[in-house]
Protein backbone atom coordinates (compact mmCIF):
# COMPACT_ATOMS: atom_id res chain seq x y z
CA UNK A 1 0.00 0.00 0.00
CA UNK A 2 2.71 2.55 0.75
CA UNK A 3 4.86 1.45 -2.34
CA UNK A 4 1.72 2.51 -4.28
CA UNK A 5 0.89 5.50 -2.75
CA UNK A 6 4.77 6.69 -2.98
CA UNK A 7 3.99 5.61 -6.92
CA UNK A 8 1.24 8.02 -7.21
CA UNK A 9 3.34 10.87 -5.74
CA UNK A 10 6.34 10.60 -8.28
CA UNK A 11 4.36 10.34 -11.40
CA UNK A 12 3.72 13.56 -11.52
CA UNK A 13 7.26 14.67 -10.48
CA UNK A 14 8.13 12.24 -12.81
CA UNK A 15 6.08 14.03 -15.66
CA UNK A 16 7.06 17.76 -14.66
CA UNK A 17 10.85 16.50 -15.10
CA UNK A 18 10.23 15.56 -18.48
CA UNK A 19 8.07 18.84 -19.48
CA UNK A 20 11.11 20.97 -18.41
CA UNK A 21 13.53 18.46 -20.32
CA UNK A 22 11.73 18.62 -23.83
CA UNK A 23 9.83 22.78 -23.24
CA UNK A 24 12.25 24.06 -20.80
CA UNK A 25 15.80 24.58 -23.03
CA UNK A 26 13.24 26.28 -25.69
CA UNK A 27 11.19 28.78 -22.86
CA UNK A 28 14.99 29.66 -21.48
CA UNK A 29 16.30 30.99 -24.96
CA UNK A 30 13.04 32.88 -25.50
CA UNK A 31 13.02 34.50 -22.81
CA UNK A 32 17.14 34.78 -23.40
CA UNK A 33 16.23 36.55 -26.61
CA UNK A 34 13.65 38.98 -25.75
CA UNK A 35 15.91 40.19 -23.55
CA UNK A 36 18.82 40.92 -26.03
CA UNK A 37 16.76 41.67 -28.90
CA UNK A 38 15.96 45.00 -29.91
CA UNK A 39 18.07 46.08 -27.51
CA UNK A 40 21.37 48.74 -27.91
CA UNK A 41 24.34 47.06 -26.46
CA UNK A 42 27.52 49.57 -25.50
CA UNK A 43 30.97 48.36 -24.80
CA UNK A 44 34.06 49.65 -24.21
CA UNK A 45 37.04 48.81 -26.75
CA UNK A 46 40.24 48.28 -25.67
CA UNK A 47 41.37 51.26 -28.16
CA UNK A 48 40.41 54.89 -28.16
CA UNK A 49 38.28 56.53 -30.62
CA UNK A 50 41.65 58.32 -31.94
CA UNK A 51 43.50 54.84 -32.72
CA UNK A 52 46.76 54.34 -32.90
CA UNK A 53 49.70 57.26 -33.09
CA UNK A 54 52.90 56.85 -33.65
CA UNK A 55 55.45 58.38 -31.00
CA UNK A 56 58.34 59.20 -32.08
CA UNK A 57 61.52 59.32 -29.26
CA UNK A 58 63.48 62.92 -28.82
CA UNK A 59 66.39 61.55 -30.68
CA UNK A 60 64.11 60.07 -33.44
CA UNK A 61 62.97 63.83 -33.68
CA UNK A 62 66.10 65.24 -33.96
CA UNK A 63 67.09 63.26 -36.79
CA UNK A 64 64.47 63.38 -39.01
CA UNK A 65 64.39 67.71 -38.55
CA UNK A 66 68.04 67.55 -38.85
CA UNK A 67 67.29 65.55 -42.07
CA UNK A 68 64.55 67.82 -43.64
CA UNK A 69 66.38 71.25 -42.49
CA UNK A 70 69.79 69.96 -45.23
CA UNK A 71 67.85 69.02 -47.75
CA UNK A 72 65.82 72.00 -48.46
CA UNK A 73 66.28 72.51 -51.82
CA UNK A 74 63.92 75.67 -52.66
CA UNK A 75 66.04 79.36 -52.81
CA UNK A 76 64.94 81.30 -50.15
CA UNK A 77 62.74 83.29 -52.26
CA UNK A 78 60.66 80.13 -52.99
CA UNK A 79 60.22 79.39 -49.66
CA UNK A 80 59.03 82.90 -48.38
CA UNK A 81 56.67 82.63 -51.07
CA UNK A 82 55.15 79.22 -50.27
CA UNK A 83 54.32 80.35 -46.69
CA UNK A 84 52.35 82.99 -47.68
CA UNK A 85 50.40 81.10 -49.97
CA UNK A 86 46.47 80.88 -48.71
CA UNK A 87 45.53 77.01 -49.04
CA UNK A 88 48.59 74.85 -47.93
CA UNK A 89 47.21 70.96 -48.61
CA UNK A 90 49.84 68.43 -47.05
CA UNK A 91 49.74 65.32 -49.88
CA UNK A 92 52.78 63.37 -49.09
CA UNK A 93 51.97 61.39 -52.39
CA UNK A 94 53.25 64.57 -53.92
CA UNK A 95 56.54 65.26 -52.48
CA UNK A 96 59.80 63.78 -54.00
CA UNK A 97 62.90 62.87 -51.96
CA UNK A 98 63.61 61.81 -49.08
CA UNK A 99 63.23 64.43 -46.80
CA UNK A 100 60.42 67.03 -46.89
CA UNK A 101 60.34 70.48 -45.09
CA UNK A 102 56.61 71.66 -45.90
CA UNK A 103 54.91 74.49 -44.63
CA UNK A 104 51.58 73.92 -42.92
CA UNK A 105 48.81 75.56 -40.80
CA UNK A 106 47.28 72.55 -38.79
CA UNK A 107 48.49 71.62 -35.26
CA UNK A 108 49.19 67.90 -34.82
CA UNK A 109 45.42 67.24 -34.40
CA UNK A 110 44.21 69.05 -37.25
CA UNK A 111 42.89 72.58 -36.16
CA UNK A 112 44.26 75.11 -37.41
CA UNK A 113 45.87 77.30 -35.55
CA UNK A 114 47.53 81.11 -35.18
CA UNK A 115 51.11 82.19 -35.33
CA UNK A 116 50.84 83.98 -32.45
CA UNK A 117 50.56 79.94 -30.26
CA UNK A 118 54.24 79.80 -32.13
CA UNK A 119 55.05 82.75 -30.25
CA UNK A 120 53.56 82.61 -27.18
CA UNK A 121 55.77 79.14 -27.40
CA UNK A 122 58.80 80.28 -28.02
CA UNK A 123 58.27 83.13 -25.50
CA UNK A 124 57.68 80.43 -22.33
CA UNK A 125 61.13 78.34 -24.20
CA UNK A 126 63.31 81.46 -24.23
CA UNK A 127 62.20 81.42 -20.33
CA UNK A 128 63.25 78.17 -19.54
CA UNK A 129 66.68 78.32 -21.89
CA UNK A 130 67.23 80.84 -19.31
CA UNK A 131 66.40 79.45 -16.44
CA UNK A 132 68.98 76.49 -16.88
CA UNK A 133 71.82 78.51 -17.98
CA UNK A 134 71.73 77.65 -21.58
CA UNK A 135 70.81 81.47 -22.61
CA UNK A 136 71.88 84.35 -20.43
CA UNK A 137 69.18 86.13 -18.62
CA UNK A 138 69.65 89.66 -20.80
CA UNK A 139 67.57 87.84 -23.46
CA UNK A 140 64.52 90.06 -23.92
CA UNK A 141 60.85 88.49 -24.26
CA UNK A 142 59.83 87.10 -27.94
CA UNK A 143 56.43 88.83 -28.69
CA UNK A 144 54.06 89.31 -31.44
CA UNK A 145 55.18 92.90 -31.83
CA UNK A 146 58.74 91.96 -33.20
CA UNK A 147 58.56 88.19 -34.22
CA UNK A 148 57.08 86.34 -36.95
CA UNK A 149 56.42 82.81 -36.75
CA UNK A 150 55.43 79.70 -39.68
CA UNK A 151 54.80 76.23 -38.88
CA UNK A 152 56.44 73.35 -40.84
CA UNK A 153 55.85 69.35 -41.07
CA UNK A 154 59.63 68.16 -41.66
CA UNK A 155 58.47 64.68 -43.08
CA UNK A 156 60.14 61.46 -43.75
CA UNK A 157 58.43 61.01 -47.40
CA UNK A 158 59.26 57.31 -47.63
CA UNK A 159 58.20 56.92 -43.78
CA UNK A 160 55.40 59.51 -43.56
CA UNK A 161 54.03 58.69 -39.79
CA UNK A 162 57.71 59.92 -39.00
CA UNK A 163 56.79 63.80 -39.03
CA UNK A 164 58.06 66.66 -36.24
CA UNK A 165 55.59 69.68 -36.48
CA UNK A 166 57.52 72.79 -35.70
CA UNK A 167 57.64 76.46 -35.28
CA UNK A 168 60.39 78.65 -37.76
CA UNK A 169 60.32 81.69 -35.54
CA UNK A 170 62.40 84.44 -36.59
CA UNK A 171 62.84 88.50 -35.99
CA UNK A 172 60.46 90.41 -38.01
CA UNK A 173 62.00 91.68 -41.54
CA UNK A 174 60.79 95.34 -40.33
CA UNK A 175 62.41 94.98 -37.12
CA UNK A 176 65.31 94.22 -38.96
CA UNK A 177 67.35 97.36 -38.22
CA UNK A 178 66.44 97.26 -34.68
CA UNK A 179 68.49 97.05 -32.03
CA UNK A 180 69.25 93.01 -31.86
CA UNK A 181 71.26 92.84 -28.68
CA UNK A 182 69.91 90.62 -26.61
CA UNK A 183 67.56 89.37 -28.95
CA UNK A 184 66.82 86.09 -30.14
CA UNK A 185 67.37 85.95 -34.36
CA UNK A 186 65.66 82.89 -35.28
CA UNK A 187 64.74 79.58 -33.75
CA UNK A 188 63.27 76.37 -34.68
CA UNK A 189 60.86 75.03 -31.81
CA UNK A 190 58.91 71.65 -31.83
CA UNK A 191 54.80 72.40 -31.85
CA UNK A 192 53.97 69.91 -29.92
CA UNK A 193 56.89 70.04 -26.79
CA UNK A 194 57.26 73.99 -26.91
CA UNK A 195 61.16 72.56 -26.92
CA UNK A 196 63.56 74.61 -28.85
CA UNK A 197 65.81 72.94 -31.42
CA UNK A 198 67.88 75.46 -32.92
CA UNK A 199 68.95 79.36 -32.22
CA UNK A 200 70.77 81.97 -33.13
CA UNK A 201 70.77 84.92 -30.21
CA UNK A 202 72.83 88.01 -29.85
CA UNK A 203 74.62 88.05 -26.49
CA UNK A 204 77.07 90.09 -24.36
CA UNK A 205 80.09 87.78 -24.42
CA UNK A 206 82.42 89.70 -26.59
CA UNK A 207 84.42 86.53 -27.15
CA UNK A 208 84.53 82.50 -27.98
CA UNK A 209 86.31 81.90 -24.76
CA UNK A 210 83.14 83.50 -22.41
CA UNK A 211 81.01 81.18 -23.77
CA UNK A 212 80.96 77.80 -21.90
CA UNK A 213 80.09 74.88 -25.21
CA UNK A 214 80.40 71.67 -23.09
CA UNK A 215 77.70 73.27 -20.77
CA UNK A 216 75.52 74.55 -23.15
CA UNK A 217 75.18 71.07 -25.10
CA UNK A 218 74.96 69.44 -21.95
CA UNK A 219 71.80 71.06 -20.46
CA UNK A 220 70.69 71.42 -23.75
CA UNK A 221 71.05 67.55 -24.16
CA UNK A 222 69.21 67.11 -20.88
CA UNK A 223 66.27 69.77 -21.73
CA UNK A 224 65.61 68.20 -24.34
CA UNK A 225 65.42 64.62 -23.46
CA UNK A 226 68.03 63.35 -25.64
CA UNK A 227 71.27 60.75 -24.61
CA UNK A 228 74.79 61.98 -23.94
CA UNK A 229 76.14 64.39 -26.68
CA UNK A 230 79.53 63.01 -27.92
CA UNK A 231 82.41 65.28 -29.30
CA UNK A 232 82.23 65.20 -33.07
CA UNK A 233 85.52 63.45 -34.19
CA UNK A 234 87.32 65.29 -37.64
CA UNK A 235 85.67 67.90 -37.77
CA UNK A 236 86.62 70.29 -40.43
CA UNK A 237 87.72 73.53 -39.89
CA UNK A 238 86.30 75.23 -42.77
CA UNK A 239 82.80 73.50 -42.40
CA UNK A 240 81.66 76.97 -40.69
CA UNK A 241 81.75 80.44 -41.74
CA UNK A 242 83.17 81.30 -38.30
CA UNK A 243 86.24 79.73 -36.56
CA UNK A 244 84.70 79.48 -33.28
CA UNK A 245 82.54 76.28 -32.71
CA UNK A 246 82.49 72.68 -31.63
CA UNK A 247 80.27 70.23 -32.62
CA UNK A 248 78.63 67.30 -31.24
CA UNK A 249 77.06 64.13 -31.99
CA UNK A 250 73.39 62.12 -30.93
CA UNK A 251 71.83 58.87 -31.76
CA UNK A 252 69.49 59.03 -34.54
CA UNK A 253 67.78 56.67 -36.62
CA UNK A 254 68.96 53.49 -38.34
CA UNK A 255 72.62 53.60 -37.40
CA UNK A 256 72.81 57.25 -38.44
CA UNK A 257 73.63 60.18 -36.39
CA UNK A 258 72.70 63.80 -35.69
CA UNK A 259 75.63 66.62 -35.65
CA UNK A 260 74.58 69.80 -33.63
CA UNK A 261 76.88 72.73 -33.36
CA UNK A 262 77.44 75.60 -30.86
CA UNK A 263 79.21 78.37 -32.33
CA UNK A 264 80.10 81.77 -31.87
CA UNK A 265 80.49 85.25 -34.45
CA UNK A 266 82.78 87.60 -33.17
CA UNK A 267 82.55 90.82 -33.49
CA UNK A 268 78.19 90.76 -33.84
CA UNK A 269 78.53 89.02 -30.63
CA UNK A 270 76.03 85.90 -31.75
CA UNK A 271 75.61 82.75 -30.46
CA UNK A 272 73.95 79.82 -32.11
CA UNK A 273 73.30 75.96 -31.37
CA UNK A 274 72.08 74.31 -34.89
CA UNK A 275 70.89 70.76 -36.24
CA UNK A 276 71.81 72.12 -39.47
CA UNK A 277 74.66 72.50 -41.70
Same mark, same amino acid.
Given at each position: ?116 ? @?? /?????? !? ?5 ? $? +?????? &? ?110 ? @?? /?????? !? ?5 ? $? +?????? &????
Amino acid at each position: MKFRRLSLLLLPLAALIAGLAVWGPEVLAEYRDNNILNQIMTQDGETGTEGYRYALSSNEKLFILSKCLNNQILPESEQNALTKQDNLNLDYRELTGTYAMVANRKDSSGREIESAR @GI /ELCDQA !VKQLKEL $G +ILPQSI &KPVSERMYSAVMYSAIDVPEPRNNVLVWKISLDTGKQTADRQNRLLDAYIDADTGKIYEFYVRIDASSWADVDSDGIIAAWAEYMGLDEPREYENTNPLSETTPYFKKYTFT @GM /EEGNTV !VTVGFYE $G +INELFL &KISK
